[in-house]
C-alpha cells in the first residue's frame, strides 16, 4: 500500500503596523512619524487627539474598508505573494544533493512513500494445550473449594440476615427519635397551656380580689345602712317597735351581712 504525500502549507499571516497601517512590519520596527487612523486614512501625530470623520477609506485601495482589513486586494496580493515565497522555499532538494543517493533519489531516510508486507509479521503459533493429569490431590482440593464455597455461602447469608436486622434497629432508632420528638412537642404545648392557664387564673384572682373589695367595703356597708334606715323606720315617735316580725327580720339581716364581712357561715 503506498501513499504520496504532499507538504501543507497554510497562507502566510499578513503584517500589518498599527501605526501607520503599513505592510509587512509591526509597530516597533515602523519608521513613520506620523500615526494613521484605520477608519479614515487621516495621518496625525497623535491619534488619541484625532477627531474622525467616520467615512471609512483604505489608504491601500482607497476602498470602503479598514485600513487593516484582510480582505483589502492590496493586502491579499501581498499575502499570495509572500505564500509562493514560502512554497518555493520549501520545494524537495534537487537530485545530486546532500540528500539524495548517486541514482538521484531521495534517501530512504527521507522518503516519504510506505510499503507495507505482511510477511515481515509472521502469525504467532496457536497457544498450546497443557494436559494436567488427573489425581486425588486434585479432588481433594476441589471438594475443599467447594466445602469453602458453602461455608461463604453461609457466611452471606448470615450478613444478610444481620443487614436486614441492622436495618430493622436504625429504622426502630428513627421511630424513637420521632416519637420522643412527638411528645417533646406535646410536653412543650402544655407547658404553654399551663402557663396560660396561670396567667387567666391570676387574672381571675386579681378580678376576684376586686370584686370582693368591692362587694367588702361597698355593698356590705351600704346594705347594713339600708337595714338602719329601715329599723328606724318601723319605729313611732315613742321609739316603739311599729312591726315586731319586721324588725326580727331586720335583725337577722343585719346579723348575716355581719357574717359576711368576717368571712363566717350565715
Known sequence: MTHDVEAYLAPADVLICSK??????????CTEAEETCKVCGTSCPDLRQHKC???IKCIHCDGDHHSN???CPIVKSYRATLTKKLLSANRPPPPHSAWSNNNGNININNNTKYQHNWADYPQLPPPQKQ??????????????????IGTMQKINDVLVITEKKNQEFEQFIIDSKSNDASLSKKLDQLNEKDKDYKKV?????IKLSRHENVFTKLVLPMLDEIAKFMVNINLDKNLGVLNADFQVTINRMRAQLTNVSLNKDF
Do not use: W
Request: net charge positive.
Open 20 to 29: 501607520c497601517m503599513g505592510i509587512g512590519h509591526f509597530r516597533k520596527q
Open 53 to 55: 470623520s467616520t467615512v
Open 69 to 71: 482589513a484582510l480582505k
Open 131 to 148: 494436559n494436567i493429569p488427573y489425581s486425588t490431590a486434585s479432588n481433594e482440593m476441589i471438594n475443599k473449594i467447594g466445602e469453602l
Open 201 to 205: 387564673h391570676t387574672q381571675h384572682d
